[in-house]
């Protein structure tokens, strides 16, 4: 389902149904049912990210920390597009993995359905919502039965009603990366959920970690053997530099212009002949690659849009020196392996969404009306003019490029 189909649905029928089970709730509470004892545990835990891949990178240390404080067995939602994210970070047992399809509408309704029933079936006493105040997310949170629900909660701010059924209301905090609002909704479960605004706790850094996958040989051996396909030069002394210029269907106001990436392509191959440049991407992506490759004309350009999937690709990481990427997946992904990344910025801030990589370059402008997306338009932007990334110049990601690799 396109985007914005599906944010008229969270709207014109999540909001009704959000005010609808409130009424229930209020007379749950009334009646004491569902409850919440003081001296609650959580024995099920239910994590909630429907729709970006990247984001279940950044909640890994939340997930991490919820095992270790509440000894808890953890379940994933997330959309059967995205499920390879959650699956590779290995943080959650394959069989408690629950997806829903997102294709249509049909198909949504009745995974959603068939989503409620498995919850209800496995008896989940907690969910963590992580969307950024998705009603169809809190909804599902009501519907699974939990006693405890955690998500983010309006207060004052106008708009973004979800309902007032939630147990465990999180103030979004825009001035903090969100990796460290995840860690303050799994700690708000130890804490009176009464003393709002939640989390009055500091979150520290240590806390906020990332996986680093390592690759064996043979992983790196067949990445080699199947990019020699396209370049016999290529081998294990080749450095290779991979350039991401796709963004998700979701954003795609990401996107650093093409013609960008073209003259940045250009100049990498002409760094060196031992230099050989990598473009990746979904086979839907593939059009971008071939109009970077016509335009540079070198055989040393390797086209390798469709031809991974999400393991294959953190291989192709780990035997690379540098990604350049749009604020995208891609760009979290590479924090799982050892390669150094140039991620375009424009849209959203990386004091948000920075991938949690200290081998990771952000360029970004920093224009007055940037970020324009956020959790308070629901990442919906009038923007049809990206200034914020058409600002940043071929030379900035080219000088960072060699720096990384000198």
């Known amino acids: 389902m396109k985007v914005d189909f599906m944010r008229r649905i969270d709207y014109w029928i999540g909001i009704p149904i959000c005010f609808l089970l409130t009424i229930l709730r209020y007379i749950e509470n009334g009646m ?3 409850r919440l004892d003081k001296g609650f545990k959580p024995k099920k835990i239910l994590f909630i990210e429907l729709s970006e891949m990247g984001s279940t990178i950044l909640a890994y240390g939340a997930m991490k920390k919820a095992k270790e404080l509440y000894k808890s067995e953890a379940y994933f939602m997330i959309f059967k597009e995205n499920e390879q994210s959650i699956r ?4 959650i047992p394959p069989e408690n993995v629950i997806t829903i399809r997102s294709k249509s509408f049909l198909l949504l309704g009745l995974d959603t359905i068939k989503a409620v029933f498995k919850m209800r079936s496995l008896k989940i006493d907690t969910v963590i919502d992580l969307e950024l105040f998705s009603r169809f997310t809190s909804i599902l949170s009501f519907l699974s039965g939990a006693k405890a629900t955690v998500g983010f909660y309006r207060y004052h701010m106008e708009g973004l009603y979800r309902g007032n059924f939630i147990t465990h209301k999180i103030e979004y905090n825009p001035h903090i990366h969100i990796s460290y609002s995840f860690m303050s ?4 479960l130890k804490y009176d959920y009464r003393d709002i605004p939640m989390l009055k706790r500091k979150i520290i850094q240590d806390e906020i970690i990332c996986p680093k996958l390592n690759s064996s040989e043979k992983a790196k051996s067949d990445i080699y053997a199947r990019l020699k396909k396209k370049n016999s030069a290529v081998d294990i002394k080749s450095r290779i530099i991979i350039i991401n210029p ?3 269907q979701l954003l795609p106001i990401r996107k650093w212009p093409l013609e960008n990436f073209q003259e940045l392509a250009k100049k990498i191959l002409e760094i060196g002949k031992d230099i050989f ?4 991407g979904l086979e839907s992506e593939k059009m971008d690659a071939v109009k970077i490759c016509e335009y540079v004309n070198n055989n040393r ?3 390798f849009t469709g031809e991974t999937n999400l393991k294959e690709l953190i291989d192709l990481y780990n035997i690379s020196e540098v990604l350049v990427s749009n604020d995208s997946g891609p760009a979290h992904f590479a924090s799982l392996s050892n390669i150094k990344s140039i991620v375009l910025f424009g849209p959203e801030t ?3 969404y920075a991938p949690l990589s200290e081998d990771c370059y952000p360029l970004y ?4 009306c940037s970020p324009c997306v956020s959790a308070f338009n629901h990442r919906k932007t009038p923007c049809r003019n990206n200034v914020c990334l058409k600002t940043i110049k071929v030379n900035a990601a080219y000088k960072l490029i060699i720096s990384i690799l000198h």
Request: glycine share 4%; proline share 4%; net charge positive.
């Open 32 to 34: 004491g049912i569902k």
């Open 88 to 91: 590779l970070l290995n943080v």
């Open 185 to 188: 909704m799994v700690y708000s």
């Open 246 to 248: 796709n963004a998700s």
């Open 277 to 280: 440049l990598v473009i990746t």
């Open 301 to 303: 350009c390797i086209d």
């Open 350 to 352: 990386p004091k948000i």
């Open 365 to 368: 402008a920093n224009l007055a």
